[in-house]
Protein backbone atom coordinates (compact mmCIF):
# COMPACT_ATOMS: atom_id res chain seq x y z
CA UNK A 1 0.00 0.00 0.00
CA UNK A 2 1.51 3.27 -0.74
CA UNK A 3 1.86 6.05 1.33
CA UNK A 4 -1.94 8.25 0.32
CA UNK A 5 -4.19 7.11 2.97
CA UNK A 6 -6.42 5.22 -0.03
CA UNK A 7 -7.38 1.99 0.97
CA UNK A 8 -9.80 0.57 -1.65
CA UNK A 9 -11.43 -2.40 0.77
CA UNK A 10 -11.27 -0.24 3.95
CA UNK A 11 -12.45 2.88 3.05
CA UNK A 12 -14.24 3.37 -0.52
CA UNK A 13 -14.57 7.24 0.52
CA UNK A 14 -10.43 7.81 0.91
CA UNK A 15 -9.57 11.87 0.33
CA UNK A 16 -6.19 12.14 -1.34
CA UNK A 17 -4.20 14.02 1.07
CA UNK A 18 -1.04 14.41 -0.98
CA UNK A 19 -0.43 14.70 -4.66
CA UNK A 20 -1.54 10.93 -6.47
CA UNK A 21 0.89 9.14 -8.66
CA UNK A 22 -1.50 8.49 -11.90
CA UNK A 23 -0.55 5.74 -14.64
CA UNK A 24 -2.52 5.00 -17.92
CA UNK A 25 -1.99 2.13 -19.25
CA UNK A 26 -2.24 1.79 -23.29
CA UNK A 27 -1.24 5.84 -22.67
CA UNK A 28 -0.70 5.78 -26.64
CA UNK A 29 -3.67 4.74 -27.78
CA UNK A 30 -6.75 6.87 -28.93
CA UNK A 31 -8.08 6.85 -25.59
CA UNK A 32 -5.38 7.11 -23.88
CA UNK A 33 -4.27 10.53 -25.19
CA UNK A 34 -7.53 11.73 -23.84
CA UNK A 35 -7.00 10.25 -20.57
CA UNK A 36 -3.65 12.55 -20.58
CA UNK A 37 -5.77 15.41 -21.83
CA UNK A 38 -8.49 15.46 -19.33
CA UNK A 39 -5.88 14.57 -16.51
CA UNK A 40 -4.93 17.99 -17.20
CA UNK A 41 -8.39 20.06 -16.70
CA UNK A 42 -9.31 17.41 -13.98
CA UNK A 43 -9.11 18.20 -10.43
CA UNK A 44 -7.60 15.05 -9.45
CA UNK A 45 -4.49 15.97 -7.68
CA UNK A 46 -1.46 14.18 -10.17
CA UNK A 47 1.65 14.50 -8.72
CA UNK A 48 3.44 12.20 -11.42
CA UNK A 49 2.19 10.70 -14.15
CA UNK A 50 3.41 7.27 -15.53
CA UNK A 51 2.43 6.40 -19.19
CA UNK A 52 2.69 2.83 -19.81
CA UNK A 53 2.08 0.61 -23.23
CA UNK A 54 3.45 -2.04 -25.16
CA UNK A 55 7.06 -2.53 -25.55
CA UNK A 56 6.77 -1.07 -29.33
CA UNK A 57 5.65 2.10 -27.78
CA UNK A 58 8.86 2.37 -24.67
CA UNK A 59 10.73 5.54 -25.04
CA UNK A 60 8.10 7.64 -26.45
CA UNK A 61 7.40 11.11 -25.29
CA UNK A 62 4.02 12.29 -24.57
CA UNK A 63 2.94 15.92 -23.07
CA UNK A 64 1.59 16.47 -19.88
CA UNK A 65 1.09 19.92 -18.37
CA UNK A 66 4.55 21.06 -20.58
CA UNK A 67 6.64 18.44 -19.42
CA UNK A 68 7.44 15.19 -21.61
CA UNK A 69 6.39 11.86 -20.05
CA UNK A 70 8.24 8.95 -21.22
CA UNK A 71 6.11 6.21 -22.40
CA UNK A 72 7.29 2.51 -20.40
CA UNK A 73 6.48 -0.84 -21.13
CA UNK A 74 4.05 -2.50 -18.97
CA UNK A 75 5.38 -4.63 -16.53
CA UNK A 76 3.98 -6.94 -13.18
CA UNK A 77 6.18 -4.06 -11.16
CA UNK A 78 4.95 -1.26 -12.67
CA UNK A 79 2.16 0.13 -10.14
CA UNK A 80 4.48 0.38 -7.40
CA UNK A 81 3.70 3.46 -5.81
CA UNK A 82 0.38 3.96 -8.32
CA UNK A 83 -2.32 5.59 -6.37
CA UNK A 84 -4.47 5.61 -9.05
CA UNK A 85 -4.44 3.49 -12.52
CA UNK A 86 -6.39 3.98 -16.07
CA UNK A 87 -6.30 1.05 -18.41
CA UNK A 88 -7.48 1.29 -22.25
CA UNK A 89 -5.47 -1.26 -23.64
CA UNK A 90 -8.39 -3.73 -24.16
CA UNK A 91 -9.57 -6.72 -21.71
CA UNK A 92 -7.07 -9.44 -21.83
CA UNK A 93 -4.39 -6.73 -20.59
CA UNK A 94 -7.43 -5.72 -18.01
CA UNK A 95 -7.69 -9.04 -16.84
CA UNK A 96 -4.28 -9.83 -16.36
CA UNK A 97 -3.11 -6.69 -15.11
CA UNK A 98 -5.75 -4.78 -13.48
CA UNK A 99 -5.66 -7.07 -10.41
CA UNK A 100 -2.30 -6.89 -10.03
CA UNK A 101 -2.25 -2.69 -9.59
CA UNK A 102 -5.35 -3.20 -7.32
CA UNK A 103 -3.39 -5.44 -5.23
CA UNK A 104 -0.57 -3.12 -5.41
CA UNK A 105 -2.64 -0.30 -3.80
CA UNK A 106 -3.72 1.73 -6.42
CA UNK A 107 -7.21 2.78 -7.50
CA UNK A 108 -7.70 1.03 -10.68
CA UNK A 109 -10.48 2.59 -13.20
CA UNK A 110 -11.03 0.00 -16.04
CA UNK A 111 -11.93 1.54 -20.09
CA UNK A 112 -12.40 -2.64 -21.06
CA UNK A 113 -15.21 -4.96 -20.87
CA UNK A 114 -13.03 -6.84 -18.71
CA UNK A 115 -14.89 -5.55 -15.08
CA UNK A 116 -18.46 -4.48 -16.26
CA UNK A 117 -20.73 -7.49 -15.80
CA UNK A 118 -19.02 -8.38 -12.26
CA UNK A 119 -21.69 -7.77 -9.64
CA UNK A 120 -18.75 -6.91 -7.31
CA UNK A 121 -17.41 -4.06 -9.43
CA UNK A 122 -19.94 -1.10 -9.88
CA UNK A 123 -20.30 0.37 -13.52
CA UNK A 124 -20.50 3.69 -13.29
CA UNK A 125 -21.92 6.90 -15.46
CA UNK A 126 -21.26 9.75 -12.67
CA UNK A 127 -24.38 11.46 -13.66
CA UNK A 128 -26.36 8.62 -13.68
CA UNK A 129 -25.55 6.15 -10.78
CA UNK A 130 -22.52 7.91 -9.22
CA UNK A 131 -23.74 6.53 -5.64
CA UNK A 132 -22.74 2.84 -7.34
CA UNK A 133 -18.71 4.62 -6.43
CA UNK A 134 -19.45 3.90 -2.62
CA UNK A 135 -19.21 0.18 -3.20
CA UNK A 136 -15.98 -0.36 -4.87
CA UNK A 137 -13.33 -2.46 -3.70
CA UNK A 138 -10.62 -1.22 -5.63
CA UNK A 139 -11.48 -1.30 -9.42
CA UNK A 140 -14.16 0.55 -10.74
CA UNK A 141 -15.47 -0.29 -14.81
CA UNK A 142 -16.05 2.53 -17.25
CA UNK A 143 -18.84 1.78 -19.58
CA UNK A 144 -19.31 1.00 -23.08
CA UNK A 145 -18.97 3.95 -25.15
CA UNK A 146 -22.97 4.06 -26.25
CA UNK A 147 -24.25 3.14 -22.72
CA UNK A 148 -22.56 6.10 -21.34
CA UNK A 149 -23.35 8.46 -23.61
CA UNK A 150 -26.96 7.08 -23.86
CA UNK A 151 -27.27 7.28 -19.91
CA UNK A 152 -26.35 10.53 -19.36
CA UNK A 153 -29.34 11.50 -21.28
CA UNK A 154 -31.83 8.72 -20.27
CA UNK A 155 -30.92 8.74 -16.57
CA UNK A 156 -32.83 11.71 -15.45
CA UNK A 157 -35.76 10.82 -17.62
CA UNK A 158 -35.86 7.60 -15.63
CA UNK A 159 -36.05 9.30 -12.47
CA UNK A 160 -38.52 11.60 -13.17
CA UNK A 161 -41.33 8.79 -15.23
CA UNK A 162 -39.46 5.58 -15.53
CA UNK A 163 -39.01 3.80 -18.71
CA UNK A 164 -40.42 0.72 -19.31
CA UNK A 165 -39.07 0.15 -23.29
CA UNK A 166 -36.09 1.31 -25.23
CA UNK A 167 -35.03 1.52 -28.63
CA UNK A 168 -31.90 2.14 -30.01
CA UNK A 169 -29.96 2.96 -33.74
CA UNK A 170 -26.71 3.70 -33.37
CA UNK A 171 -24.30 5.59 -35.58
CA UNK A 172 -20.74 4.84 -34.22
CA UNK A 173 -17.62 6.62 -35.01
CA UNK A 174 -14.56 4.88 -36.52
CA UNK A 175 -12.22 5.89 -32.78
CA UNK A 176 -14.29 3.21 -30.86
CA UNK A 177 -12.01 1.00 -32.65
CA UNK A 178 -9.11 2.41 -31.45
CA UNK A 179 -5.91 5.17 -32.84
CA UNK A 180 -5.12 2.58 -35.88
CA UNK A 181 -8.68 2.24 -37.52
CA UNK A 182 -8.89 5.85 -37.19
CA UNK A 183 -5.69 6.42 -38.57
CA UNK A 184 -7.27 3.89 -41.55
CA UNK A 185 -10.35 5.93 -42.15
CA UNK A 186 -8.10 9.33 -43.19
CA UNK A 187 -6.04 6.99 -45.41
CA UNK A 188 -9.10 5.43 -46.94
CA UNK A 189 -10.77 8.85 -47.26
CA UNK A 190 -7.38 10.35 -49.06
CA UNK A 191 -7.15 7.25 -51.20
CA UNK A 192 -10.97 7.25 -52.50
CA UNK A 193 -11.01 11.23 -53.26
CA UNK A 194 -7.61 10.76 -54.90
CA UNK A 195 -9.39 8.06 -57.25
CA UNK A 196 -7.60 5.32 -55.59
CA UNK A 197 -7.65 2.20 -54.42
CA UNK A 198 -7.54 1.09 -50.65
CA UNK A 199 -7.79 -2.03 -49.15
CA UNK A 200 -8.78 -2.08 -45.11
CA UNK A 201 -6.24 -3.92 -42.82
CA UNK A 202 -7.87 -2.86 -39.24
CA UNK A 203 -11.68 -2.91 -40.26
CA UNK A 204 -13.34 -5.34 -42.11
CA UNK A 205 -15.03 -3.27 -44.85
CA UNK A 206 -14.08 -0.02 -46.31
CA UNK A 207 -14.70 2.75 -43.85
CA UNK A 208 -14.78 5.91 -46.79
CA UNK A 209 -18.35 7.33 -48.05
CA UNK A 210 -19.77 3.92 -46.47
CA UNK A 211 -21.27 2.60 -43.33
CA UNK A 212 -21.23 -1.18 -41.81
CA UNK A 213 -23.07 -2.98 -39.03
CA UNK A 214 -20.47 -3.15 -36.11
CA UNK A 215 -17.16 -4.69 -36.58
CA UNK A 216 -17.98 -7.04 -32.96
CA UNK A 217 -18.68 -10.97 -33.58
CA UNK A 218 -22.42 -11.84 -34.23
CA UNK A 219 -23.94 -14.74 -32.57
CA UNK A 220 -25.02 -16.57 -35.43
CA UNK A 221 -28.24 -17.79 -33.46
CA UNK A 222 -29.73 -14.59 -32.27
CA UNK A 223 -28.50 -12.31 -34.84
CA UNK A 224 -27.36 -9.98 -32.87
CA UNK A 225 -23.44 -8.54 -32.50
CA UNK A 226 -21.08 -8.43 -29.48
CA UNK A 227 -21.42 -4.57 -29.70
CA UNK A 228 -25.45 -4.44 -29.34
CA UNK A 229 -25.47 -7.21 -26.24
CA UNK A 230 -22.94 -5.44 -24.42
CA UNK A 231 -24.91 -1.89 -25.02
CA UNK A 232 -28.52 -3.89 -23.88
CA UNK A 233 -26.72 -5.18 -20.85
CA UNK A 234 -24.71 -2.08 -19.63
CA UNK A 235 -27.82 0.18 -19.73
CA UNK A 236 -29.74 -2.03 -17.97
CA UNK A 237 -27.23 -2.69 -14.84
CA UNK A 238 -26.37 1.50 -15.52
CA UNK A 239 -29.97 2.36 -14.93
CA UNK A 240 -30.78 -0.51 -12.39
CA UNK A 241 -33.87 -1.55 -14.71
CA UNK A 242 -32.35 -5.70 -14.71
CA UNK A 243 -35.17 -6.93 -17.40
CA UNK A 244 -35.76 -3.24 -19.52
CA UNK A 245 -36.82 -4.53 -22.68
CA UNK A 246 -34.14 -3.27 -25.24
CA UNK A 247 -33.73 -3.25 -29.40
CA UNK A 248 -30.72 -2.13 -30.67
CA UNK A 249 -29.02 -1.81 -34.13
CA UNK A 250 -25.39 -0.77 -33.66
CA UNK A 251 -23.84 0.66 -37.05
CA UNK A 252 -20.24 2.48 -37.81
CA UNK A 253 -20.39 5.30 -39.54
CA UNK A 254 -17.37 7.39 -41.31
CA UNK A 255 -17.31 9.85 -38.47
CA UNK A 256 -14.00 10.05 -36.98
CA UNK A 257 -14.78 10.15 -32.90
CA UNK A 258 -18.48 11.37 -31.52
CA UNK A 259 -21.66 8.38 -31.43
CA UNK A 260 -24.71 9.39 -32.38
CA UNK A 261 -27.69 7.45 -31.26
CA UNK A 262 -31.59 7.69 -32.64
CA UNK A 263 -33.45 6.36 -29.08
CA UNK A 264 -36.99 5.83 -28.97
CA UNK A 265 -38.07 5.66 -25.03
CA UNK A 266 -41.57 4.11 -23.86
CA UNK A 267 -42.47 5.54 -20.38
CA UNK A 268 -44.95 4.28 -17.70
CA UNK A 269 -47.58 7.30 -18.32
CA UNK A 270 -48.04 9.83 -21.54
CA UNK A 271 -45.13 11.90 -21.24
CA UNK A 272 -45.25 15.22 -23.68
CA UNK A 273 -41.75 16.27 -25.48
CA UNK A 274 -41.98 19.98 -23.74
CA UNK A 275 -41.77 18.20 -20.70
CA UNK A 276 -38.74 16.06 -21.65
CA UNK A 277 -37.17 19.41 -23.29
CA UNK A 278 -37.51 20.82 -19.54
CA UNK A 279 -36.50 17.83 -17.69
CA UNK A 280 -33.45 17.35 -19.64
CA UNK A 281 -32.45 21.35 -20.16
CA UNK A 282 -29.62 21.73 -17.14
CA UNK A 283 -29.47 17.87 -16.63
CA UNK A 284 -25.78 17.43 -15.18
CA UNK A 285 -23.70 16.51 -18.89
CA UNK A 286 -26.66 17.25 -21.02
CA UNK A 287 -26.47 19.95 -23.74
CA UNK A 288 -30.22 21.11 -25.48
CA UNK A 289 -29.54 20.81 -29.53
CA UNK A 290 -33.15 21.10 -30.61
CA UNK A 291 -34.15 23.86 -32.81
CA UNK A 292 -36.89 23.18 -35.05
CA UNK A 293 -36.94 26.21 -37.17
CA UNK A 294 -33.27 26.28 -37.47
CA UNK A 295 -33.37 22.11 -38.54
CA UNK A 296 -30.21 22.12 -36.26
CA UNK A 297 -29.93 19.16 -33.92
CA UNK A 298 -27.19 16.75 -32.52
CA UNK A 299 -24.23 16.54 -35.24
CA UNK A 300 -20.95 14.40 -34.00
CA UNK A 301 -18.83 17.51 -35.71
CA UNK A 302 -20.19 19.64 -32.77
CA UNK A 303 -20.16 16.96 -30.38
CA UNK A 304 -16.68 16.26 -31.26
CA UNK A 305 -14.39 17.70 -28.55
CA UNK A 306 -17.30 18.38 -25.98
CA UNK A 307 -17.90 17.10 -22.63
CA UNK A 308 -21.72 17.04 -22.75
CA UNK A 309 -23.92 14.95 -24.57
CA UNK A 310 -26.02 16.62 -27.51
CA UNK A 311 -29.32 15.95 -27.29
CA UNK A 312 -32.28 16.92 -29.25
CA UNK A 313 -34.96 15.98 -32.36
CA UNK A 314 -37.24 15.82 -29.23
CA UNK A 315 -40.71 14.80 -30.47
CA UNK A 316 -43.82 12.27 -29.49
CA UNK A 317 -42.48 8.73 -31.34
CA UNK A 318 -45.73 8.32 -33.97
CA UNK A 319 -45.07 4.75 -33.76
CA UNK A 320 -46.85 4.48 -30.94
CA UNK A 321 -50.06 6.09 -30.83
CA UNK A 322 -50.53 5.34 -26.33
CA UNK A 323 -48.39 8.70 -26.42
CA UNK A 324 -46.23 7.16 -23.99
CA UNK A 325 -43.19 7.28 -26.02
CA UNK A 326 -40.40 9.84 -27.14
CA UNK A 327 -37.83 9.96 -29.99
CA UNK A 328 -34.85 11.41 -29.89
CA UNK A 329 -31.21 11.98 -30.87
CA UNK A 330 -27.97 12.21 -29.01
CA UNK A 331 -24.58 12.87 -30.51
CA UNK A 332 -21.72 12.45 -27.82
CA UNK A 333 -17.57 12.48 -27.99
CA UNK A 334 -17.25 8.43 -27.83
CA UNK A 335 -13.41 9.39 -26.81
CA UNK A 336 -15.00 11.50 -23.55
CA UNK A 337 -18.05 10.78 -22.08
CA UNK A 338 -18.00 7.09 -23.73
CA UNK A 339 -14.75 6.79 -22.57
CA UNK A 340 -11.66 9.00 -21.12
CA UNK A 341 -13.84 11.80 -19.60
CA UNK A 342 -16.29 9.40 -17.97
CA UNK A 343 -13.11 7.46 -15.98
CA UNK A 344 -11.75 10.66 -14.90
CA UNK A 345 -14.57 11.92 -13.38
CA UNK A 346 -15.16 8.68 -11.89
CA UNK A 347 -11.48 9.39 -10.40
CA UNK A 348 -12.49 12.81 -9.16
CA UNK A 349 -15.62 11.35 -7.74
CA UNK A 350 -13.75 9.12 -5.81
CA UNK A 351 -10.93 11.06 -4.98
CA UNK A 352 -11.85 14.61 -4.84
P1 LIG B 1 0.97 0.54 -28.35
O1 LIG B 1 0.69 1.89 -28.95
O2 LIG B 1 2.35 0.41 -27.87
O3 LIG B 1 0.52 -0.61 -29.23
P2 LIG B 1 -6.03 1.76 -29.33
O4 LIG B 1 -7.28 1.26 -28.64
O5 LIG B 1 -6.14 3.18 -29.76
O6 LIG B 1 -5.60 0.84 -30.42
O7 LIG B 1 -4.87 1.73 -28.21
C1 LIG B 1 -4.49 0.54 -27.55
C2 LIG B 1 -3.48 0.88 -26.46
O8 LIG B 1 -3.14 -0.34 -25.80
C3 LIG B 1 -2.17 1.45 -26.99
O9 LIG B 1 -1.65 2.37 -26.09
C4 LIG B 1 -1.30 0.22 -27.06
O10 LIG B 1 0.08 0.46 -27.01
C5 LIG B 1 -1.74 -0.47 -25.79
N1 LIG B 1 -1.33 -1.87 -25.80
C6 LIG B 1 -1.54 -2.80 -26.75
N2 LIG B 1 -0.97 -3.98 -26.41
C7 LIG B 1 -0.36 -3.76 -25.20
C8 LIG B 1 0.41 -4.57 -24.32
N3 LIG B 1 0.67 -5.85 -24.61
N4 LIG B 1 0.87 -4.03 -23.18
C9 LIG B 1 0.60 -2.73 -22.89
N5 LIG B 1 -0.12 -1.91 -23.67
C10 LIG B 1 -0.60 -2.42 -24.81
Not at 233 to 249: F, Y
Not at 276 to 298: I, T
Amino acid sequence: MNALTHSPAADPNAVAIRPATVAIVGATGAVGIELIKCLEASTVPTGRLRLFASRRSAGKCLPFRGSMVVVESLEEASFDGVDIAFFSAGATISRRYAPIARDAGALVIDNSSAFRMDPDIPLVVPEANGPALSRHAGIIANPNCVAAIACVALAPLHQRWSIRRLSMVTYQAISGAGASAMAEMEEATAAALAGEAHTPRVMPHPTAFNLFSHNADVDPETGYNGEEDKVIAETRRILDLPRLPIGITCIRVPVLRAHSIAVTVRFDDHVTPAAVRACLDGAPGVRLVDDRAGNHFPMPVEATGQDDVLVGRIRTDSGDPSGRSIAMFLSGDQLLKGAALNAVQIAEAVWA
